[in-house]
């Protein structure tokens, strides 16, 4: 469970969202500035005073030139503030979702359908992926529309609040939220949680198996070349059976070497029954079934 993502996902339910630099809350600003997670905003022009109230924020310059900012209570009166205290900043959704797409390896160009709530983030394999900011009561009924058409889709959200609403609706679409699957780090690093999709989304991010064609040829090449050790071995079998029928030709007796049989020619080409069985009576092997012919033909053999 990361906060520092968490605290940006939940602030990006609400539209437009701030963080305070008084707020309990400490975040690496400066860090998540720079990786252009946080935007910094103008200081606000009214904030709660410590009793509650709304309070002014006046601002005084000082005998250096400085502005000093001051809070102002109509009942609790003034009280003097740090800069610090009064920053402003606006989380945005943009470069967390690149971050996304980026680390995740999701191709395609990323489309919002629907604008500042819903993304079509891209593809991986054969999976489509699309992010949902929320499911807000007034934009509920178009986002299910929209995922209506994508049932097939991945859907990522940002919140696991978000997340939990979203399978309370009756979708067929696999879903995970990026508050479970990533973490925003102090140095404002984003990163995926790869185990833990692993367990969600499965063989999705798991590394491509290419066969090496060097080691292990395809079966069909397989198939071929004992074709052809077995049109060299019925060749020469019916070279030595032509030659043993003229040889006893000569004595007036002919006598002819007795046909192969399947299991013969196994044994010959040091193959199995079954793959000489399924060679010969293979469409393409025109020249083995031809030759197989021949040597059962007493006839054929002399020619
Ligand atoms: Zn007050």
Same mark, same amino acid.
Request: with cysteine.
């Given at each position: 469970?990361?906060?520092?993502?968490?605290?940006?996902?939940?602030?990006?339910?609400?539209?437009?969202?701030?963080?305070?630099?008084?707020?309990?809350?400490?975040?690496?600003?400066?860090?998540?500035?720079?990786?252009?997670?946080?935007?910094?905003?103008?200081?606000?022009?009214?904030?709660?005073?410590?009793?509650?109230?709304?309070?002014?924020?006046?601002?005084?310059?000082?005998?250096?030139?400085?502005?000093?900012?001051?809070?102002?209570?109509?009942?609790?009166?003034?009280?003097?503030?740090?800069?610090?205290?009064?920053?402003?900043?606006?989380?945005? *959704?943009?470069?967390? %979702? &690149? $971050?996304?797409?980026?680390?995740?390896?999701?191709?395609?160009?990323?489309? @919002?359908?629907?604008? !500042?709530?819903?993304?079509?983030?891209?593809?991986?394999?054969?999976?489509?992926?699309?992010?949902?900011?929320?499911?807000?009561?007034?934009?509920?009924?178009?986002?299910?529309?929209?995922?209506?058409?994508?049932?097939?889709?991945?859907?990522?959200?940002?919140?696991?609040?978000?997340?939990?609403?979203?399978?309370?609706?009756?979708?067929?679409?696999?879903?995970?939220?990026?508050?479970?699957?990533?973490?925003?780090?102090?140095?404002?690093?984003?990163?995926?949680?790869?185990?833990?999709?692993?367990?969600?989304?499965?063989?999705?991010?798991?590394?491509?198996?290419?066969?090496?064609?060097?080691?292990?040829?395809?079966?069909?090449?397989?198939?071929?070349?004992?074709?052809?050790? *077995?049109?060299?071995? %019925? &060749? $020469?079998?019916?070279?030595?059976?032509?030659?043993?029928?003229?040889?006893? @030709?000569?004595?007036? !007796?002919?006598?002819?070497?007795?046909?192969?049989?399947?299991?013969?020619?196994?044994?010959?080409?040091?193959?199995?029954?079954?793959?000489?069985?399924?060679?010969?009576?293979?469409?393409?092997?025109?020249?083995?079934?031809?030759?197989?012919?021949?040597?059962?033909?007493?006839?054929?053999?002399?020619?």
């Amino acid at each position: 469970m990361n906060k520092i993502l968490r605290n940006l996902l939940t602030r990006l339910v609400i539209d437009p969202s701030y963080f305070y630099g008084w707020e309990q809350e400490q975040m690496p600003w400066k860090k998540l500035e720079m990786q252009d997670f946080l935007i910094p905003k103008p200081p606000p022009v009214f904030i709660s005073c410590k009793s509650g109230h709304s309070a002014e924020i006046h601002w005084l310059t000082n005998k250096q030139g400085e502005n000093i900012p001051y809070r102002c209570c109509a009942e609790c009166g003034y009280e003097l503030m740090n800069l610090q205290e009064i920053r402003c900043w606006s989380p945005v *959704l943009e470069p967390i %979702l &690149k $971050q996304l797409v980026q680390k995740f390896e999701i191709r395609g160009v990323m489309q @919002a359908v629907i604008p !500042n709530v819903f993304w079509k983030l891209g593809r991986k394999k054969t999976k489509e992926f699309v992010y949902i900011r929320r499911l807000l009561p007034d934009e509920r009924e178009m986002i299910l529309k929209e995922l209506m058409t994508m049932p097939q889709a991945v859907v990522i959200t940002g919140t696991k609040a978000t997340l939990q609403k979203i399978q309370q609706e009756k979708i067929e679409n696999l879903s995970i939220s990026l508050e479970e699957i990533a973490e925003i780090n102090e140095q404002g690093e984003f990163h995926l949680n790869f185990p833990i999709i692993a367990d969600i989304l499965g063989d999705l991010v798991k590394p491509v198996y290419k066969p090496s064609r060097l080691k292990t040829p395809p079966k069909r090449d397989q198939f071929a070349a004992k074709i052809e050790k *077995l049109t060299r071995e %019925l &060749k $020469q079998y019916l070279k030595n059976a032509r030659e043993h029928a003229l040889a006893t @030709a000569k004595n007036s !007796n002919i006598q002819f070497l007795p046909p192969p049989t399947m299991e013969e020619l196994a044994k010959w080409t040091n193959m199995s029954k079954s793959s000489v069985y399924r060679c010969i009576n293979d469409k393409e092997a025109n020249t083995l079934k031809f030759l197989w012919d021949k040597a059962h033909d007493t006839k054929a053999i002399l020619q």
